[in-house]
Structure formats: C-alpha cells, structure tokens
C-alpha cells in the first residue's frame, strides 16, 4: 500500500475529489495548510497597501491506496489539480507498512 498526498490549491479539492471517487476511492483526509515553495510566498494589495503573505494557503489531501493503483491515482490527482501556473502543489508518495481499522481490528487491504 502507499499513501499519496498532494498540497494542493483550495478551489481544486472537488475536482481532486470527484477524480478519486470516480477510481472507487471514496476514503481521503483533508487539511488546512499554509507554506511556500520556490516563489516564497506572493504580495498582495488590500486597499492600496502592498503586502506580503509569506505563508500561501493551501489544501493537503491524502489516500491510502493499494501499490498497484500508484499511477493512476496519481494522474488523476494531476489532471484534477493542474492549472499550469506556479503554485499548483505538490505530490508526495509514501510506503505504507501496515494498515488496521480500530473498531474490527482488521490489517492492510481489508482495512482500507
């Protein structure tokens, strides 16, 4: 199993969520964050005054999916959050050892 988890703007979270339900993946967590990348943040103007937001807002959405279904998960999250602009996120992939689903104890697949 690997768990995907892609930072992500926030007016992409219903396209990234329709995608993955769409592949019959219908368990996902979502998170409010807030950090910056290459562009180290961006200024913004608020009644004249130019400021700066060091700290982007941003949406972390992470899947736990079997190993086979890597690719085609993660070009749908790609298709679904692409706009070609800096600032579209990131994807990380990560190796998932063990899964278990606390009220019937059971382990891995079967747990997702």
Not at 35 to 44: M, T, V
Not at 48 to 62: L, M, N, R, S, T
């Amino acid at each position: 199993m690997i768990k995907i988890e892609a930072i992500v703007r926030h007016h992409k979270l219903d396209a990234i969520k329709d995608a993955l339900v769409s592949l019959g993946y219908h368990g996902m967590t979502v998170t409010e964050v807030r950090g910056f990348g290459r562009q180290k943040g961006q200024k913004e103007t608020y009644r004249g005054a130019e400021y700066k937001i060091d700290f982007v807002p941003k949406i972390k959405v992470e899947v736990v999916v079997p190993t086979d279904a890597r690719e085609k998960v993660i070009s749908a999250v790609m298709k679904a959050a692409q706009t070609g602009q800096i600032g579209d996120g990131k994807i990380f992939v990560y190796d998932i050892s063990k899964t278990i689903r606390i009220r019937t104890g059971e382990t891995d697949a079967a747990a997702l």
